[in-house]
C-alpha cells in the first residue's frame, strides 16, 4: 500500500513515514506541492497525507486544485486547526477524513486503514452532503458533530436521497426502494417520513416567533410534482450543453489565508497581536506531534523505537523547538510594564530577548552573530518587544534544523535598519522568508505599523526592520562583531 506524505517539516515527515513503513505501507515523502504534483504523474498512490501548513501551500487549495482534476486518491488532512468549520470545509472539498494535531500515531494508523478499506469496499464509505454524514455500516448519523437517532425506516429513507445527492428522487422510487410498495401506488408515507427527516436533521430558526426551517442551510428539497433531493443540485456534467450551477462560494473555495486576502480587516494592533498568538500556537503543534508520536511508538516497542542517533536528537530538537514557541506566544501575551522613557538600547532589547531563548543556543538550533552599534536606542514601545520575539521565535521554531542568524543594525537616515539574515548551520537547506511569514505577513506589518516603522523581506532569507531610532549621547561608537556558539 503507497503513502503518499506532504509535509514540510522534515523531522516529523521523516517520523511518520518510518512509523508508517513499520506497520507495513510503503511511504513517500513530497516537502511542496511540485513533488506532490509530480508524483502524482509518476504513481498511483493509494491514499495521500495532506498537511494543510504546507509551506506556502494552503493545503486546502491544493486539495481542490487536485479533485478539480479528477484526482480520486483518498486524502487524510492533518491540521492544526480545530474549528468544526475547518473540518466541514475541508469535506466539502474532497478530503476522506481529518485529523487535529497534536494527534495520536495509534490514531493515525487507525485512520488510514479505515479509509484504505472504505476505499475497497464501497459498501463502507460514509456518505457526506455538506455537513450531514452517514456510516452505512454503524447506521449512525450526525451533523455538525452532532448525533442523529433515526428510525430504521428515517434510515434507509435518508441513505438513498443521500446516494443520490444533488439529484431529484421521486416518490414512486423512494416508496418502491424504502417500503416496497408496488410502482403507481399513492401514498403519503413518504412526505411524512420526509417531515419526521426534517425536524431531526435540518437547522431551525425563530422568526416572529415562529420556528422555521433555516432556508440558508437547508438540505432537504422539495421537488414539485417530482419527489425531493438532498443537498444542492447537482452540475451537469461538462460537455453536456447546459450551464454549470455555480456552487457556493463556502463550499468550493478555501477560506482566504489568513491576513493576505482582506488586509482591510486588521482594525488594530490588538487583532493583529490575537492572529499572531493563534498562528504561533498552530506553528507548536507541529513539533508537539513528533514529541507525542515519538514516545507513543517508543512506549509500543518497549523503548526500541530507533537505533539511530539522528532520530532520538530529531525528537530532541522537536522538543526544543516546541519551548521556544512556547515563550514565543508568552513574550506575546505577557505584560510588559510601561516604559520610563522614550527610547530604549537596541543591544540591552536584543540580549533581553535572546536570553528568554536560551535553550536555542544550548541545544544547538540557533547560532547568533552580533553585528549592531552599541550606541543606537530605538523605540521603547513593548510593540517592539513583542516583534522581535516572534521573528525570532518563528525564526527558530519554524526551521527544522539548526540556523545561524546574523543580526545587522546601523544608523542611517535618522533612523535604524535593523536586518536579520539565516543561513543553516550545518548542511542543508533552510526555510526561506516568504515561506516563514507568509500567513503571517501582513498582521506583521500592522505591528510595525503601529510603533512608526516599516518592514521588508531581503531576499529569500532576510527580513529588514526600519525603526525610529536615535544615538546615544557618547563621543565612542563602536560594533560588536562576535559570534555566540
Given at each position: 500500500?503507497?503513502i ?22 510503503e ?9 506532490v ?57 474532497g ?22 478499506r472504505r ?8 456518505l ?5 454524514e ?42 418502491q ?21 426534517r ?34 443540485e ?29 488586509p ?64 514565543t ?19 540591552g532589547?536584543?540580549e ?11 541545544s ?11 550606541l ?25 534544523k ?5 543580526v ?39 505591528m ?19 525603526l ?18
Open positions: 500500500m503507497s503518499l506524505l506532504a509535509d514540510d517539516d522534515v523531522d516529523l515527515a521523516s517520523f511518520l513515514s518510518k512509523s508508517l513503513e513499520s506497520e507495513g505501507y511511504v513517500h515523502i513530497a516537502p511542496d506541492e511540485s513533488v504534483l509530480a508524483e502524482l504523474q509518476r504513481q498511483n498512490y493509494k491514499l495521500i497525507i495532506l498537511d494543510l501548513n504546507f509551506g506556502k501551500t494552503d493545503g486546502l487549495r491544493l486539495l481542490e486544485k487536485l479533485r478539480g482534476e479528477g484526482v480520486t486518491t483518498p486524502v487524510i488532512i492533518l491540521s492544526a486547526r480545530p474549528k468544526v468549520s475547518d473540518r466541514i470545509q475541508s469535506l466539502h472539498l478530503a476522506d477524513d481529518y485529523v487535529t494535531k497534536p494527534f495520536s500515531f495509534q490514531e493515525l494508523s487507525a485512520r488510514v486503514n479505515a479509509v484504505l476505499k475497497a469496499d464501497p459498501s463502507l464509505n460514509i457526506r452532503v455538506a455537513d450531514l452517514l456510516e452505512p455500516v454503524t447506521r449512525r448519523a450526525m451533523r455538525s458533530g452532532r448525533e442523529l437517532k433515526l428510525s430504521s425506516r428515517e434510515f434507509h429513507l435518508l441513505h438513498l436521497l443521500m446516494r443520490r445527492a444533488g439529484t431529484e428522487v421521486s416518490r414512486q422510487e423512494l416508496l426502494e424504502v417500503w416496497g410498495s408496488q410502482p403507481g401506488s399513492d401514498s403519503n408515507l413518504v412526505d411524512v417520513y420526509v417531515n419526521y427527516l425536524r431531526k436533521i435540518e437547522h431551525f430558526v425563530v422568526i416572529r416567533g415562529e420556528e422555521k426551517i433555516d432556508e440558508e442551510n437547508k438540505l432537504i428539497h422539495t421537488i414539485r410534482g417530482v419527489g425531493y433531493r438532498i443537498g444542492p447537482a452540475a451537469p456534467a461538462k460537455g453536456s450543453g447546459e450551464s454549470v450551477q455555480p456552487v457556493s462560494e463556502s463550499v468550493r473555495r478555501p477560506a482566504p489565508i489568513s491576513g493576505l486576502s482582506r482591510e480587516q486588521i482594525s488594530s494592533h490588538q487583532t493583529a497581536l490575537r492572529a499572531l498568538v493563534s498562528s504561533v500556537a498552530h506553528d507548536l503543534a507541529q513539533p508537539l506531534t513528533g514529541v507525542r508520536c515519538f514516545l507513543e511508538v517508543a512506549a509500543m516497542r518497549k523503548g526500541n523505537v530507533s537505533s539511530a542517533p539522528s532520530d532520538l536528537k530529531g525528537v530532541e530538537q522537536q522538543a526544543d523547538r516546541a519551548i521556544v514557541l512556547t515563550k506566544i508568552t513574550a506575546l501575551v505577557r505584560e510588559i510594564a510601561a516604559p520610563s522613557g522614550h527610547w530604549v538600547s537596541l543591544h532589547l536584543l533581553q530577548i535572546f536570553e528568554d531563548f536560551a535553550v536555542l543556543f544550548q544547538g538550533l540557533l547560532t547568533l552573530e552580533r553585528r549592531w552599534d552599541a543606537i536606542q530605538v523605540t521603547s514601545s513593548p510593540v517592539l518587544q513583542q516583534l522581535l520575539s516572534l521573528l525570532i521565535g518563528k525564526l527558530a521554531g519554524k526551521n527544522p539548526p540556523i545561524t542568524l546574523t545587522t543594525a546601523g544608523m542611517k537616515g535618522g533612523r535604524c535598519d535593523l536586518e536579520m539574515r539565516w543561513a543553516a548551520s550545518e548542511q542543508g537547506s533552510v526555510q526561506d522568508a516568504e515561506t516563514t511569514f507568509f500567513n503571517d505577513f501582513v498582521y506583521i506589518q500592522e510595525v505599523s503601529s510603533i512608526g516603522g516599516e518592514i521588508s523581506l531581503e531576499g529569500e532569507t532576510g527580513i529588514l526592520l526600519k525610529p531610532a536615535t544615538l546615544q549621547t557618547s563621543p565612542l561608537s563602536y560594533q560588536h562583531s562576535l559570534t555566540d556558539q
